[in-house]
């Protein structure tokens, strides 16, 4: 069955560390990716989108991420985070392109001032 | 432009009744998705409306229904409440295929079942 996976339910840094929140899924034809966010006391918001193309894709607020197809992976990454990234954060293949999104569980980030 | 409206905002009943919740989408979307949100499951896609049509269907029982009218807004129906159906209910619109586009998500719907 088709499936995602995110590794870090709970993730916890200081200022101007680095992130890295993992997703993996399970299936093998084509796939949108996508990674929502959800800011306290605020709606889930796309983050960053990969369809085609370079496999390394830019989103807001300095947030990036890169699809390896031969490990399944979608790995949200940012160099120096910071207080306000405090969020929960949901990785969401669409398998088969025009299927339904299937949303991981999601990653609640806090960052420490 | 007018974000995504859901109604209402919160809503508690008791076990055996049946809801009705709504969701105005962003003007020129065609898409609606529903989504039950809860602390022990995350985000479970319920059902895509697209230009009337059910497109996708996610794994609930046939108690929750949906539909989507002509302008696009969309309703969906819980029949039956049980008490593990109280959840976030998030709605999004996309223009395209949610699986294609990007969604704008609602505040929600809040329902607690006693």
């Known amino acids: 069955a088709q499936s995602v996976s995110q590794h870090n339910h709970h993730v916890i840094l200081s200022e101007a560390a680095s992130l890295e929140l993992g997703c993996n899924y399970s299936y093998g034809g084509t796939v949108n990716l996508f990674w929502y966010v959800q800011y306290p006391g605020q709606h889930l918001q796309l983050l960053l989108k990969?369809?085609?193309?370079?496999?390394l894709v830019k989103g807001i607020k300095g947030f990036e991420a890169e699809f390896i197809k031969s490990k399944f992976s979608f790995n949200l990454r940012k160099p120096s985070v910071q207080w306000s990234d405090t969020a929960e954060y949901f990785c969401a293949p669409a398998m088969n392109r025009d299927d339904k999104i299937i949303f991981g569980k999601g990653t609640r980030l806090h960052i420490l001032p | 432009k007018a974000g995504v409206t859901q109604t209402p905002r919160y809503l508690i009943k008791t076990r055996g009744q049946q809801v009705t919740l709504s969701c105005s989408p962003i003007?020129?979307?065609?898409?609606v998705s529903w989504y039950q949100q809860t602390p022990g499951q995350g985000l479970q896609f319920l059902f895509e409306?697209?230009?009337?049509?059910?497109?996708n269907k996610g794994n609930f029982p046939g108690r929750f229904s949906g539909r989507q009218f002509s302008n696009s807004r969309s309703e969906m129906n819980v029949s039956t409440l049980e008490l593990g159906d109280s959840a976030l209910y998030l709605c999004?619109?996309?223009?395209?295929?949610?699986?294609?586009?990007?969604?704008?998500f609602g505040p929600g719907t809040r329902l607690t079942v006693l």
């Open positions: 999004a619109s996309s223009k395209g295929l949610a699986g294609t586009d990007t969604q704008y």
């Open positions: 003007s020129g979307h065609r898409s």
């Open positions: 990969y369809f085609s193309g370079d496999p």
């Open positions: 409306y697209f230009s009337e049509t059910q497109r």
